[in-house]
């Protein structure tokens, strides 16, 4: 009943967005963390949110399809009979959330990682590697390749090579040597020629369209004039022969539904996030759910990006940005802007459709 209740808020109304304020926001945390967490991981997590200073439990989840949408990072940590935890809000006693006490990362396969984690080392020896405190440049960013995005086409700092749509491209004129179409040939080429770069930085911000349960390898990313790079071309990348589309080492994927813990067939977890793992990333930032196009996503997208080029442990970084958006969230008393059929406010606070999407895939690293 719990996944049931938040599937039913998770994709309520057209725009998929958590129909609820955080009366009911904190109902459903409850019930999942009652739901999912056994007593004794239970327990871990609270003894160090009790013990400031503790360090977060690095915690990886391999998740079934039908948990494909659950908010981790929200799930309430609560023990029964053991002293009340939490923050006093305006609205109630909110509890200890996972992210407060963990660094969370969804997993695949076993059988994938091993294969990741063997091929990682590999990747690495035609390079120098980067130093802990050395930043990642963003060597590429595809961004709103379909020209129908409002919100997508802001250039992350540093980015050192562009592939967009027609528009982008007139609008981006006067870098035409660092810019070029979106288009699948553009960007196998673009990622072949930095192969040497193996530890920096992918960006693709615009659509995505998910698998199905019977074919999770058709989930594609959508690129200019139609084009696609699916989940299938992705895992025809072996770890010997790079094959077209040899990711980078580190890969933020803002699209909807683009971590592809949904798109399972066979017991495995094949969709575009595993896929691009299969293909050469070591880690991913991608979505569970869909995400919109808002100035909110856009601020996301740069602030996830500086994280995964500055920072030595991605995992770490989501979960600052996270926190900082939840104390924002705790900080409110009204339903959310989405639950009232409201446009969203670009300078409103965040409900946690909005943020709480992210989630690190890959390799632990830092």
Same mark, same amino acid.
């Given at each position: ?8 808020? #998770?994709?309520?109304?057209?725009? /998929? ?14 019930? =999942?963390?009652?739901?999912? =967490? ?15 200073? $503790?360090?977060?439990?690095?915690? @990886? ?12 990072? #929200?799930?309430?940590? *609560? ?5 009340? =935890?939490?923050? *006093? ?10 992210? *407060? ?10 059988? !994938? ?7 990682? $080392? ?17 060597? !590429? ?11 997508? /086409? ?9 592939? @967009? ?28 020629? =930095? ?32 084009? *696609?790079?699916?989940?299938?071309? #992705? ?11 040899? !990711? ?5 994927? $803002? ?9 399972? %067939? ?10 691009? !793992?299969?293909?050469? %990333?070591? @880690? ?14 856009? @601020? ?6 500086? $994280? ?8 770490? /970084? ?49």
């Amino acid at each position: 009943r719990a996944l049931e209740s938040l599937q039913a808020a #998770l994709v309520a109304r057209s725009c /998929g967005a958590l129909a609820c304020g955080p009366v009911e926001e904190r109902a459903l945390a409850r019930q =999942l963390g009652d739901t999912l =967490l056994p007593e004794p991981l239970r327990k871990e997590l609270a003894d160090r949110i009790a013990r400031p200073g $503790s360090p977060p439990l690095r915690l @990886v989840i391999a998740p079934a399809p039908i948990l494909a949408q659950v908010p981790f990072s #929200l799930v309430a940590v *609560e023990r029964t009979g053991a002293r009340q =935890l939490g923050v *006093e809000t305006r609205t109630g006693w909110d509890p200890p959330r996972l992210v *407060e006490a963990a660094e969370v990362r969804l997993s695949p396969s076993a059988g !994938l990682m091993s294969v990741v984690a063997r091929r990682s $080392s590999r990747l690495v020896t035609s390079a120098a590697p980067v130093g802990q405190d050395e930043p990642r440049p963003i060597a !590429l960013a595809v961004l709103n390749p379909t020209d129908d995005l409002r919100f997508a /086409g802001e250039v992350p700092p540093g980015s050192l090579r562009l592939l @967009v749509g027609p528009d982008g491209l007139r609008r981006h004129a006067a870098g035409a040597d660092a810019i070029a179409l979106a288009t699948r040939g553009e960007l196998s080429r673009s990622l072949r020629e =930095l192969r040497s770069r193996p530890s920096s930085l992918l960006v693709f911000c615009g659509h995505a369209r998910p698998g199905t349960a019977g074919a999770p390898a058709d989930a594609a990313l959508i690129l200019a004039g139609g084009e *696609e790079v699916s989940a299938r071309d #992705l895992l025809a990348t072996s770890p010997d022969d790079p094959g077209a589309f040899p !990711l980078l080492g580190r890969v933020l994927l $803002s699209a909807c539904d683009s971590a592809g813990a949904a798109d399972a %067939a066979g017991g495995e977890w094949l969709g575009l996030g595993p896929a691009a !793992l299969w293909a050469g %990333a070591n @880690v991913i930032v991608a979505t569970a759910w869909p995400i919109l196009d808002h100035p909110i996503t856009s @601020v996301l997208d740069r602030t996830i990006a500086r $994280s995964l080029v500055s920072d030595a442990n991605p995992a770490a /970084g989501l979960r600052q940005v996270q926190l900082a958006y939840l104390k924002q969230w705790r900080g409110t008393s009204r339903r959310s802007a989405l639950a009232r059929g409201e446009p969203v406010p670009a300078n409103g606070y965040l409900c946690p459709y909005l943020w709480a999407p992210y989630v690190i895939l890959g390799v632990q690293t830092g």
